[in-house]
């Protein structure tokens, strides 16, 4: 029996599970310290089972990384637990690094048995604050861009999406193609955007993209830029004059997710895709969890 009800590693807190496997000052350094990059709210966390339906519901709005959420979630659960008995047992102090190595050792081993690790990246954050795509103002449309890029057959998939203010997706595209390395694909995809917003007539669109170098070149055109994409650069500044008003955002990948979600899709079904306002149903989950107030027309 227990002859002390409060927490044996901190002594500050009772030793509740959900003071032991999420809030522990230990423990949220291993939340925090590994690949999740967690940091609980506390006067949120009830009870655990209510705790692990939340993250759950977090996650599956948050698309195909679901699965892939809730199994890092368990295996960080149990691998604080392990560690966490390991430390009582022995009274010794915890080490967060330890134990998160331990959990990425038997998450990877396990992703690697399960054949997960191919279908899925780890995100980088759990729910949390995470950047979500957000809706024009009207007038503008927004374009999201993005590429994916294979480095073996050098085979690239371009998605691009078409928004209004309402978050009504207008028109998209899944291209296929070939190109030398990941940034060509990546300024090719913004000319994509922009021939297919000036075939639809759009007078006032955002370009948006995750490619960080891309964007820079793109809001500074009297920088020089990399070589590889100088001539694909000069054909968006050329496209640039067929619109009355134009702006290129970069984004974190969060806030791009339906584009990457649909360059991946061409590149996995090696075929090109155009769609006018009916997205393939694998981007209309990814849609719908960009947080709008409705679902898109579809
Ligand atoms: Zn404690």
Known sequence: MANNPMCQICGEFPETTEHSLILCPWALAVWFGSSTGYIPEKQKITTLEA?????QKKSSLLSDNSEYVMQCVFFHLWGIWKHRCDVVMRH??????TAIECINRSLGEWLNASGLL????PPETIPSP???????????VKVNVDGAWDNVTHKSGIGVIVRNHRGNSIAGASILGNHNSPIEVEADAVVKGLQLAAFLKIQNIIIEGDCQELFHALNNPSSSPNWRISHMLSKVFHLKTLFTGIKF????????????AAAKLAKRR??????ANRPPTSLISILRSDGLPGPPVV
């Open 249 to 260: 955002h970069w984004v974190p990948r969060e806030a791009n997710r339906v584009a990457d």
């Open 92 to 97: 010794g102090t915890p080490n967060p690094r």
């Open 118 to 121: 191919d279908r899925t990246s």
């Open 130 to 140: 995470i950047p979500t795509w957000q809706p024009p103002i009207f007038p503008s």
């Open 270 to 275: 090696l075929c090109s895709q155009d769609w």
């Open 51 to 55: 705790w692990i339906l939340e993250i």
